[in-house]
């Protein structure tokens, strides 16, 4: 038996609410021409991807720019917007509100859907972050709040500090070939957190991967696509690769709609 069940859903949900996104999302890490992306972004988001990942420390605020930009190509209510600001700002709650008043005006908007910690703060208690993170979303700059980067210790610190406002996300790097994290996952189902999975494809990496090819020609599926699969089986767990071209959204799309079989998860497990 794989390690754990099996996560059959394409959509799911945030915290305890009925809202859901999509198990595959787009991030916006080192985009190289914003321009060309953008044609990308839409055309994804109008084949059923419906949330963006992005954060004010890339490219110095221009992904912000270019979400803004999506935004207004699509539609805002089409897209659940998931930002990140540096960890000092939650060193003082009035100084994360206006870094995040600052997020959203880049972006075109009013408020973001949900915003994280980029990592946290070694100089600040982790009470403290999430006091000024909660400040955010009372400022009604946030539907949601988050964090990433943060170990299962750290969670739970952050868990034990709310408030108000519930804990939705945990952002941390996860793959098939860095599979670390995995020790979040019965707290974030326990509590309701999603897991999203930052450098899912290791920059390209698991497209030369054997294994993961002998696998996908059993399901006339990718590597990239199988990487991805065996992601969003996981409890809790999604994606946000990045997709700059239409080809590479085609591809990601692909990820979606079916499973792996428990055999070939229980492979994956075992040899990589």
């Known amino acids: 038996m794989p390690l754990f069940p099996i996560d059959y859903n394409d959509f799911k949900p945030i915290g305890k609410t009925k809202e859901r996104l999509s198990a595959v999302g787009l991030g916006t890490w080192a985009i190289r021409d914003y321009s060309s992306a953008l044609e990308s972004y839409v055309y994804a988001i109008e084949r059923g991807i419906n949330h963006i990942d992005t954060a004010e420390m890339y490219g110095a605020g221009e992904a912000e720019r270019f979400v803004g930009r999506v935004l207004r190509s ?7 917007v998931v930002t990140k600001l540096y960890p000092f700002r939650f060193r003082d709650p009035d100084e994360a509100v206006k870094a995040a008043r600052a997020s959203a005006e880049r972006m075109g908007v009013g408020y973001v859907d949900i915003i994280l910690i980029h990592w946290p703060d070694p100089q600040t208690p982790i009470k403290d972050q ?4 909660e400040a955010i979303a009372e400022a009604g ?3 949601y709040i988050g964090v990433s980067n943060f170990s299962k210790e750290q969670l739970e610190e ?3 500090a709310t408030k108000k406002h519930e804990i939705v996300v945990n952002q941390v790097k996860y793959s098939v070939l860095d599979r670390r994290a995995e020790d979040l996952i019965p707290l974030a189902v326990e509590n309701s957190i999603l897991l999203e999975a930052y450098s899912p494809l290791e920059r390209g990496h698991v497209a030369e991967v054997r294994l993961l090819a002998k696998i996908g020609r059993q399901y006339g599926k990718t590597p990239v696509q199988v990487a991805l699969n065996f992601i969003v ?3 809790n767990f999604i994606a946000i690769p990045k997709a700059e071209r239409m080809e590479h959204v085609d591809e990601i799309l692909g990820s979606l709609g079916w499973r792996l079989k428990p055999e070939d998860i229980e492979l994956i497990e075992e040899r990589l």
Do not use: E, T
């Open 74 to 80: 699509v539609g805002r209510d089409r897209v659940y």
């Open 233 to 235: 089986s996981r409890p």
């Open 158 to 160: 952050a868990l034990a």
């Open 130 to 133: 999430i006091r000024s993170l």
């Open 141 to 143: 700059l946030a539907r």
